[in-house]
């Protein structure tokens, strides 16, 4: 299997969802995700992570805490995901 085959094509719309990759990929995949919104001029960015026990936004928000380009994150409210999103607000 070579490296193509892991390739996603993903829509770049300020929403990523989180369900459908590997919770090993989200260290890379939410910076990468960041950096594609800033460039396409989005800087209020929702990342669904789900609810469950707590791992993969644990995993989130510690990835958020190190990008520069982050100004801002807080859990969604009730009708934007509650606590299983994060709401993002990067910096201009």
Known sequence: MSDSDDFV?????????LHT???????DLVPDY???????????IRII??????????TVHATLERLAEVESFEL??????????TLVKLAR
């Open 49 to 58: 992570h789900g609810k469950g026990v707590g791992n993969l936004r644990r």
């Open 34 to 44: 960041i950096r594609e919104c800033r460039d396409r001029g989005i800087f209020e």
């Open 9 to 17: 094509e993903m829509p770049i719309d300020g929403t990523l969802d």
């Open 21 to 27: 990759f590997r919770p090993r990929d989200v260290k």
């Open 76 to 85: 969604a409210g009730e009708r934007r995901g509650g606590w299983g999103a």
